[in-house]
């Protein structure tokens, strides 16, 4: 059974270091690009970073590049993002999606809520 796990969210304060993580099983996981989305209150779901199955190419979001840095572990079927400087702005409930050659097989975890506030 497919399954993408979400974990790392919480509070942080502003500036501060934070890491998800996402654990896949189920599928073939280095068969899939990874990306992390997020939701904030009232606004639509947007991506935030993607990375391709073998982690040799990631992109951003304009408002995260610089930032935040995805990457994943084959080996653990496990991809991350990171940020040592959070922002109040990245308040959001954060989504794992991992799709398939062509888009023919998309999977998403149930999110992991993250808030940036002092």
């Known amino acids: 059974q497919v399954q993408l796990v979400e974990s790392g969210g919480g509070l942080v304060q502003p500036g501060g270091s934070l890491r998800l993580s996402c654990a896949a099983s189920?599928?073939?996981?280095?068969?899939?690009?990874m990306s992390w989305y997020r939701q904030a209150p009232g606004k639509e779901r947007d991506l935030v970073a993607s990375i391709s199955t073998s982690g040799g190419t990631t992109n951003y979001a304009d408002s995260v590049k610089g930032r935040f840095t995805i990457s994943r572990d084959n080996a653990k079927n496990t991809v991350y993002l990171q940020t040592n400087s959070a922002e109040p702005e990245d308040t959001a409930l954060y989504y794992c999606?991992?799709?398939?050659?062509?888009?023919?097989?998309?999977?998403w975890g149930t999110g992991t809520l993250v808030t940036v506030s002092s």
């Open positions: 999606n991992a799709r398939g050659g062509l888009w023919v097989r998309e999977y």
């Open positions: 189920g599928f073939t996981f280095s068969s899939f690009v």
